[in-house]
């Protein structure tokens, strides 16, 4: 795909040129459901389980680098949580250990 702006070829599906950040394609409704849903799905894991929430998180950031989309937002806080959540789940782990011995 080229970029009508700067004339780059980029891979992707990108409605953003990566490059100088033109719109290059009419935003298409389930790309950005798409590319929104697993920062989503991210950051509702990183409650239910924080190791699948990062990588979610993630794969969400990294996909919204390379197409300038609004989920990195929602991927960066669903990174920081899921650090947050592990932390807390084993300060509580250990608690409950320690109740339990
Ligand atoms: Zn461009």
């Not at 197409?67 to 650090?83: E, F, N, P, Q, Y």
């Amino acid at each position: 795909m080229f970029c009508p702006k700067c004339g780059k070829d980029f891979r992707g599906d990108c409605v953003f040129c990566p490059y100088c950040g033109a719109q290059v394609a009419m935003p298409v409704q389930q790309q950005q459901v798409r590319t929104n849903a697993v920062a989503v799905v991210g950051f509702l894991l990183a409650f239910l389980f924080p190791p699948a929430g990062l990588i979610c998180s993630i794969i969400g950031l990294i996909h919204a680098k390379n197409c300038g989309d609004s989920g990195r937002k929602l991927a960066t806080a669903g990174i920081i949580l899921s650090v947050l959540v592990s932390f807390i789940y084993s300060v509580f782990g250990f608690m409950l250990l320690m109740l339990l011995v």
